[in-house]
C-alpha cells in the first residue's frame, strides 16, 4: 500500500478553509446593544448620539471564521493533514 500525495491539498496540508471562502472571517452588522438601534442613548444629562455605534445603531464588525479561527486556512479534510492518502 503506497501513499500518494492528496490530491485535495497537494501535499499543504492545509487547504482554503471551506467555511470562510478564505476570508477569515465575514463583516457581520448587529443591532446596537447600548441603544437598542436607536443610535441615541438617554443619559442623567439628556438624549445623546450613542457613542458605541456613531448614531448608526448598527455595529459592523469582523467576525473570525470559528473554523479557522481567522488564518483562512484549515487542515485538509481529504488527508486529515497528512498531506498523504
Ligand atoms: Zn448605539
Ligand atoms: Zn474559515
Ligand atoms: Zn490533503
Not at 22 to 36: D, P, Q
Not at 66 to 73: L, R
Amino acid at each position: 500500500m503506497s501513499k500518494t500525495t492528496c490530491p485535495k491539498c497537494h501535499g499543504n496540508k492545509k487547504v482554503q478553509c471551506p467555511y470562510c471562502d478564505g476570508e477569515g472571517g465575514k463583516t457581520v452588522t448587529e443591532t446596537c446593544s447600548k441603544c437598542s438601534g436607536s443610535g441615541w442613548v438617554t443619559t442623567s444629562w439628556g438624549t445623546i448620539q450613542c457613542g458605541a455605534c456613531d448614531g448608526k445603531g448598527v455595529i459592523e464588525y469582523f467576525k473570525k471564521c470559528v473554523h479557522c479561527g481567522g488564518n483562512k486556512i484549515v487542515d485538509c479534510p481529504y488527508c486529515m493533514g497528512t498531506g498523504e492518502v
